[in-house]
């Protein structure tokens, strides 16, 4: 080890000494590093520069001012070259910055190569695992290449911090203004104000167990069980998104509700034929074609988001959870009906088995499973890949299970994203 790395770990097994011998552990990045240089020079790791090539303090200067001046306590998410650390601590009003590791063997091999007392001798300073928290923490500042190369541990949050950077960008096409939008409302408006509230459903099935079926690969293994529960009495209630309804169908399967939010919901997905004792949720932006063939019974709901506020004030209707993904309202649906237990089949973010739909062909409902450039942890803790809005998704509905600790959650399969606050149904797990 260097001397660098025996001033630096002084200081951390000082001042966190669990931390400092979990950081031990760390594996070695010396064969994926090398030496970048520009006006100044940087490390990279595996391709990706930790930090500016031309000036560090320059860019974390730019970094830092991003972050709210006033505010007396700052996350750091990536450690990085201690760029950021030292020009925030220049701050005399901060009174605490928590810098939350996101690849130990990053931080480790920092440790080896330059001094960073500066900023880990601090005593304004906590340093921790990102990995260690339940969720983000506010304000903060995520180091872009960081998010890159977040190890195993640490893809939670970083799946998070990616989530909430991207969130005004995910949001664009729900603009109130867009005009697409303001004529798909319009065009909805009077089915709206005629079809049955959502409300209607709530509490209609206390204590029943409910079934929420996703249109996730791992749905394919779980067709013929679920045939045969579908049969018995008595039994689970099956909700089930839009995009799952016909590949249920074709596989003998009823479900007792549908959900739908997603304005690009077309016939190909809800044929309408055979419908009349089925339930239709949905939300106003769905085709008001699509709604008016469905021969069972409808019920809308609204959102939070703004894009319903004024057709909220004209028409009273109960509210939905969306967190991005048709699964968060059926999800949500499943809670307010009364379940306290739930099992999620589908619910993968990801494309197991190399596909990215059960029942659908590559492509159909989105990109392809070679376009997939992101990755989650598996209910095998294996990689597995996935698009950067399943991770969001994925994000949210976490957080709504968390906030619902009186429900129990289960997931059906170990091949798609592990969902934190889910255990495994031992009846469906393979």
């Excluded at 090398?34 to 000036?55: F, P």
């Excluded at 998104?241 to 304005?263: F, N, W």
Aim: glycine content about 6%; aromatic content about 8%; overall charge negative.
């Amino acid at each position: 080890m260097s001397d660098s790395f025996d001033h630096n770990a002084q200081v951390i097994e000082r001042r966190w000494p669990a931390l400092f011998a979990r950081l031990m552990t760390e594996g070695s990045l010396q064969e994926q590093v090398e030496l970048v240089e520009g006006l100044g020079s940087t490390l990279s790791i595996a391709g990706i520069q930790i930090t500016s090539r031309h000036d560090r303090t320059r860019e974390a200067q730019l970094q830092a001012a991003s972050l709210p001046s006033a505010s007396p306590i700052v996350h750091v998410y990536g450690t990085g070259l201690g760029d950021l650390q030292c020009v925030l601590l220049e701050g005399t009003d901060l009174q605490r910055v928590y810098v939350h590791i996101l690849n130990g063997a990053i931080f480790l091999l920092t440790l080896q190569l330059l001094d960073q007392r500066h900023w880990l001798s601090d005593p304004r300073v906590e340093l921790r695992y990102a990995g260690d928290s339940p969720d983000i923490h506010f304000p903060f500042f995520a180091l872009p290449s960081e998010m890159l190369l977040a190890d195993d541990f640490n893809a939670k949050i970083r799946d998070r911090l990616i989530s909430e950077v991207h969130l005004a960008f995910n949001n664009r096409e729900f603009d109130p203004q867009c005009p697409q939008i303001i004529q798909r409302l319009e065009e909805s408006v009077e089915l709206v104000r005629h079809d049955a509230d959502v409300a209607e459903l709530f509490a209609t099935c206390p204590g029943r167990e409910v079934y929420v079926i996703a249109t996730g690969p791992t749905l394919e293994q779980h067709f013929e069980q679920l045939r045969t529960v579908r049969t018995q009495e008595p039994r689970p209630l099956f909700i089930c998104v839009d995009t799952a309804y016909r590949p249920l169908r074709e596989h003998g399967i009823k479900p007792d509700l549908v959900v739908s939010i997603d304005q690009r919901i077309s016939f190909r997905h809800l044929p309408p034929e055979d419908t009349g004792d089925i339930p239709l949720v949905y939300l106003p932006l769905s085709d008001p074609q699509v709604l008016a063939a469905w021969q069972g019974p409808r019920y809308v709901g609204y959102s939070a988001s703004p894009v319903y506020a004024a057709m909220r004030q004209q028409i009273s209707k109960a509210e939905l959870y969306v967190g991005g993904s048709v699964i968060h309202p059926a999800v949500d649906l499943a809670v307010k009906l009364g379940a306290d237990r739930i099992t999620l089949f589908g619910a993968d973010f990801a494309f197991p088995m190399n596909k990215t739909h059960a029942g659908w062909g590559d492509g159909d409902l989105g990109p392809g499973v070679n376009q997939a450039r992101h990755w989650v942890i598996d209910g095998n803790n294996q990689r597995v890949r996935t698009q950067l809005n399943f991770r969001s998704y994925l994000c949210e509905l976490e957080r709504y299970i968390a906030g619902h600790p009186q429900v129990r959650f289960f997931n059906s399969s170990r091949a798609g994203a592990m969902i934190v606050g889910t255990t495994f149904n031992q009846e469906f797990v393979r």
